[in-house]
C-alpha cells in the first residue's frame, strides 16, 4: 500500500477578522513596534467601544495588519493602518486600505479620509498609488518625541 501525498505545498490564505478587545495584547505588540509615537491601549479601546469599523488581516493565526476607521455622515475617516515590520513591503497595505474602500462603499460613503505624517514617504506614494490626493496640511498635528511635532499631509479618496 503507497501513501499519496498532495504535491503542492498547503498555501495559507490570508482573512479579514474584527479587531476585538481579546485581541488587544497582539495589536499593541505590532502598535509599539511600527511606530515611534504608538496609540495607546486606551485609544484602541475608545474606537472599539465608539462602535469604529476595526479590522485585523490574519494568515495561520499571524497578525499581518489592521484598520481602524470612523464613519460619518458621507464620509469615514482612517484613524489607523499598520502593517507588521516584518510584513511591511510585501503589499498588505494595498489589501487592508482595498478592504477599507470596500467597506466604505457599503456605508455608502463619498469620500475616505486620512492623515499622514510628511516624513512618512513610503505611506504617501501607497495612499497616492491607491488613488489619495493630497488636500491640506495640518501643522504640528504628530508628535514627533523630544517635545517636537510633525506636519499632517491630508488626503482624501472620492469614492
Not at 470612523?70 to 493602518?81: Q, R, S, W, Y
Not at 467597506?103 to 475616505?112: D, F, I, K, N, V
Not at 499622514?116 to 514627533?144: Q, S
Request: net charge negative; aromatic share 10%; glycine share 8%.
Amino acid at each position: 500500500m503507497s501513501a499519496q501525498f498532495d504535491s503542492q505545498p498547503r498555501q495559507a490564505e490570508a482573512h479579514f477578522e474584527p479587531l476585538l478587545a481579546d485581541r488587544l495584547d497582539e495589536v499593541m505588540r505590532v502598535e509599539v513596534r511600527a511606530y515611534a509615537s504608538p496609540w495607546s491601549r486606551t485609544n484602541f479601546l475608545d474606537a472599539l467601544h465608539s462602535g469604529y469599523q476595526a479590522q485585523m488581516l490574519v494568515v495561520d493565526g499571524v497578525l499581518l495588519g489592521y484598520f481602524v476607521a470612523m464613519k460619518g455622515v458621507d464620509e469615514v475617516h482612517l484613524l489607523n493602518i499598520t502593517v507588521a515590520p516584518e510584513f511591511q513591503g510585501q503589499g498588505w497595505s494595498r489589501l487592508l486600505l482595498e478592504a477599507l474602500t470596500i467597506w466604505s462603499r457599503g456605508q455608502s460613503a463619498e469620500w475616505l479620509w486620512l492623515e499622514v505624517r510628511v516624513g512618512n514617504a513610503r505611506a504617501i506614494h501607497v495612499y497616492e498609488a491607491h488613488g489619495y490626493r493630497r488636500v491640506g496640511l495640518r501643522k504640528a498635528y504628530y508628535p514627533a518625541g523630544l517635545g517636537q511635532r510633525e506636519d499632517a499631509i491630508v488626503m482624501s479618496l472620492r469614492l
